[in-house]
């Protein structure tokens, strides 16, 4: 069984939680968090301009991405 590493989130009201990666970016993408960690630190949602990925624009981040990679027909046929 593959342990996945859960990535830890603050939400609006204010609690926090511990998410999957896919989850991260659906967070991110409807605004359910204020902010989330990465391993060099806090990243503020809003303040910071987090997005999604988007592998067309790749080279803007440069430190270690630990998400895993979108699955596409590729590397899922069954997708």
């Known amino acids: 069984?593959?342990?996945?590493?859960?990535?830890?989130?603050?939400?609006?009201?204010?609690?926090?939680?511990?998410?999957?990666?896919?989850?991260?970016?659906?967070?991110?993408?409807?605004?359910?968090?204020l902010k989330f960690r990465r391993a060099d630190g806090w990243v503020d949602v809003i303040r910071d301009h987090a997005c999604l990925r988007d592998y067309r624009n790749d080279g803007g981040f440069t430190g270690q991405d630990r998400r895993t990679p979108w699955q596409t027909a590729e590397t899922n046929p069954d997708a």
Request: hydrophobic fraction near 40%.
């Open 1 to 33: 069984m593959v342990k996945r590493q859960l990535i830890e989130v603050v939400y609006p009201d204010g609690t926090s939680g511990q998410v999957s990666n896919d989850v991260l970016d659906v967070l991110i993408a409807t605004g359910k968090i």
